[in-house]
Antibody, heavy 120, light 111 residues
Framework: QVQLVESGGGVVQPGRSLRLSCAAS????????MHWVRQAPGKGLEWVAV????????NVVDSVKGRFTISRDNSKNTLSLQMNSLRAEDTAVYYC?????????????WGQGTLVTVSS | QLVLTQSPSASASLGASVKLTCSLS???????IAWHQQQPEKGPRYLMK???????SKGDGIPDRLSGSSSGAERYLTISSLQSEDEADYYC?????????FGGGTKLTVL
């Protein structure tokens, strides 16, 4: 069955960096677009980043442009999110999510999430 | 601008039915959306995709008492025979070129 397992979350000081990973299994990872979605404490879901099935196209939400980078390694079935210059407002649970398609479309599977806390 | 609007809260009695609404912004009435459920302290779960013509396709293991429909720019999720485990937050989601958009979510209380 489809499994998405995030890792890499933790407590980090403002201005520092963190790298999240998502290990995918149970499907042909290289055939699907992938996203990162976050949820601040007590808030709703916020889309963060997308990467096409082959890594040829990427996009991030304006609030993280220039700070966050999404990438994937199809040989290792792994999705990553490099987060630099972290701010308090980046504190959230980060979910990786699979799209039913090569890039865009409905999210059909979610990971369990990893908590990132940005605090001094 | 692609925006999804949801009512913040809804409630219905155990065993009754409830219809949740997701409204697409002007000019986007032909967009499909997806519904996701988030139970307390859990990650989201995909429920179904709802197309502009009202057809819908469910995710794995989603029971028949959940259904989707459409009218104009509105997309609906109907849950019948409400059970206690249906008490959750429900989010609608749509997509554009290289972006995803989420509604603000509806908190469903089962009385």
């Amino acid at each position: 069955q489809v499994q998405l397992v995030e890792s890499g979350g933790g407590v980090v000081q403002p201005g520092r960096s963190l790298r999240l990973s998502c290990a995918a299994s149970g499907f042909t990872f290289s055939s699907y677009g992938m996203h990162w979605v976050r949820q601040a404490p007590g808030k709703g879901l916020e889309w963060v980043a997308v990467i096409w099935y082959d890594g040829s196209r990427k996009n991030v939400v304006d609030s993280v442009k220039g700070r966050f980078t999404i990438s994937r390694d199809n040989s290792k079935n792994t999705l990553s999110l490099q987060m630099n210059s972290l701010r308090a407002e980046d504190t959230a649970v980060y979910y990786c999510a699979r799209v039913k398609g090569t890039a865009t479309g409905q999210i059909d599977y979610w990971g369990q999430g990893t908590l990132v806390t940005v605090s001094s | 601008q692609l925006v999804l609007t949801q009512s913040p809260s809804a409630s219905a009695s155990l065993g009754a039915s409830v219809k949740l609404t997701c409204s697409l912004s002007s000019g986007h009435s032909d967009y499909a959306i997806a519904w996701h459920q988030q139970q307390p302290e859990k990650g989201p779960r995909y429920l179904m995709k709802v197309n502009s013509d009202g057809s819908h396709s469910k995710g794995d293991g989603i029971p028949d008492r959940l259904s989707g429909s459409s009218s104009g720019a509105e997309r609906y999720l109907t849950i019948s025979s409400l059970q206690s485990e249906d008490e959750a937050d429900y989010y609608c989601q749509t997509w554009g070129t290289d972006i995803q958009v989420f509604g603000g979510g509806t908190k469903l209380t089962v009385l």
